[in-house]
């Protein structure tokens, strides 16, 4: 894979804080995972420095960034999407280096989302209203009541590595929006884009300690010394589910708000009045896109037994064909995993779903590509059938190009099947009759439904999970209600 263009190549990523770019002692590697190789070194925040960038947080609620206007503090938000635009080619270059994903990905969602979502946010801050009513009061005179939205205060924003600058800006455009200071720590599997955004944000005059970044893992480093500290006053966390817990647990003694978006293990319906061809297309997207790892991927596939043959073979076609390769390759439809660590994690369902007695419809194992991508973390994109509904590989988010296929016969009995998880975050519907559509969205325990689309985004509308896929909405408005604190002020007239 070519270097050129890849940002800070051979150099050290540092923290900031406090508006300076800071180094540290503990420095750990940045792998590709195209090929194994060392992109960079990324300097780890300790204890002392997140503590550093917790009171430089802080301290910047008082000063210049507290008193700006909305329409300033707006106007600057704007000016960080623009100059992520201005750098874009250089943020895609480091996405892709972090992550292995196609260049096709980086451009058309992960880097213009990330603009997009500081300018969806400035505006819709800008525009918010507040709640007035006029209460009766026994003399007469009455009273009026107004809400004020105050910043929450300093907000640590906690992201992870699958869409690393699209996930990380999610939380902090509406945090910056709504007058907060933010810590963010990025995933010690992609830190460069946050780095990047780190140096727009400079660049472009955020006041200092507005926005602080720092570099390292969870337990025993920057993510647990952030969670901890006494003077963050919310923590907003997009990770894995159990990663949630633990970040419950530090964040209790402090009663801290939550907002926690966690995993998934998302179900596809098929039924057989379906427009067959965009069922297949949309669900190959849902189950393949960013090599599965995207929360919103379907790893559970249900299929009306009257098309079940029909539509696994033709699953079976969408997956052989895509293009698994180099990213930086206009052809590629997908790239390796994250790390070799989630490779092993992935191919240990493969093996497991294998040995349990799992048709193999295609895949199943890593591919062979007799070049320096063999020392990689490439997975092929594979499909099962024929476990039961109990197996790991079905209960359990596997995060990866898979899923298994099931066959059901009625609409009772697949709205019981898909909603058979502890997880809940999204669902995909395929039927061409309107009223089913209602009918069985409506019946999912889930956040969010697709019908007859996957990944189809309005940031205006509330994103999340029920059960283990999260507490809270983000998205428009609920984003903006998290982030902000309403305080009531009663005069009487
Ligand atoms: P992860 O939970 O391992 O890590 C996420 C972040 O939390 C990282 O920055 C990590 O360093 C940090 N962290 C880990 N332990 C911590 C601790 N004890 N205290 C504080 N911080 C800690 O998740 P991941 O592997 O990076 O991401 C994949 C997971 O994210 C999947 O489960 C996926 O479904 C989920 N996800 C959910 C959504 C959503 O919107 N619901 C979106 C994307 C990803």
Aim: net charge negative.
């Amino acid at each position: 894979m070519p270097v050129a263009g890849i940002p800070y190549f051979g150099g050290v990523l540092r923290n900031y804080v406090a508006g300076e770019f800071r180094d540290s002692d503990a420095h750990f590697d940045n792998i590709n995972p195209v090929d194994g190789s060392v992109i960079n070194r990324v300097a780890e925040a300790d204890a002392q420095l997140v503590d550093e960038a917790v009171h430089a947080a802080h301290q910047a609620l008082a000063g210049e960034w507290g008193a700006l206007s909305i329409a300033d503090r707006c106007a600057l938000m704007h000016k960080i999407a623009n100059g992520i635009e201005a750098r874009f080619e250089e943020f895609v270059a480091a996405e892709m280096a972090d992550t292995g994903k196609s260049a096709f990905q980086a451009r058309t969602i992960d880097i213009p989302r990330a603009a997009a979502n500081f300018r969806a946010f400035a505006d819709l801050a800008k525009n918010r209203g507040s709640e007035c009513f006029h209460t009766d009061t026994p003399d007469g005179k009455g009273a009026l009541n107004y809400s004020v939205n105050k910043p929450l205060g300093v907000v640590a924003v906690i992201a992870p590595w699958n869409l690393p600058l699209l996930l990380l800006t999610w939380k902090l455009a509406p945090a910056l929006a709504s007058g907060n200071t933010v810590i963010a720590k990025p995933s010690e599997e992609t830190p460069s884009t946050a780095t990047l955004l780190a140096e727009v944000i400079h660049q472009v005059g955020v006041p200092a300690g507005v926005f602080n970044l720092v570099h390292g893992f969870g337990s025993h480093s920057a993510g647990e010394f952030l969670t901890q500290h006494k003077l963050v006053n919310a923590i907003t966390f997009t990770g894995e589910s159990s990663t949630g817990s633990a970040i419950m647990r530090a964040a209790a003694a402090g009663v801290k708000p939550l907002s926690f978006e966690l995993g998934g293990k998302n179900a596809a319906i098929i039924f057989d009045d379906c427009d067959f061809d965009e069922a297949v297309a949309g669900t190959a997207r849902s189950v393949f896109t960013n090599g599965g790892q995207v929360c919103l991927c379907t790893e559970r596939v249900y299929v009306q037994r009257t098309i079940f043959d029909k539509f696994v073979k033709a699953l079976k076609l969408k997956a052989q064909a895509l293009k698994v390769g180099w990213p930086t390759d206009p052809n590629t439809d997908m790239g390796p995993l994250i790390s070799h660590k989630h490779k092993d994690k992935v191919l240990s369902y493969f093996s497991k779903a294998i040995s349990d007695g799992a048709k193999v419809i295609c895949g199943g194992g890593a591919p062979q590509f007799n070049d320096v991508r063999d020392q990689g973390a490439f997975v092929e994109p594979t499909i099962f059938t024929g476990l039961g509904e109990d197996h790991p590989l079905v209960r359990e988010e596997v995060f990866g190009p898979v899923c298994h296929i099931a066959p059901f016969d009625t609409e009772a009995e697949v709205i019981a099947l898909a909603n058979n998880t502890n997880y809940g975050l999204a669902a995909t519907v395929w039927t061409t009759q309107l009223q089913r559509a209602h009918r069985v969205a409506k019946q999912m325990d889930v956040g969010i439904v697709w019908v007859n689309a996957w990944y189809l985004r309005d940031l205006r509308t509330p994103f999340g999970g029920v059960k283990l896929s999260g507490i809270g909405r983000e998205g428009g408005m609920h984003s903006l209600n998290f982030y902000a604190e309403p305080m009531n002020i009663c005069i009487k007239l």
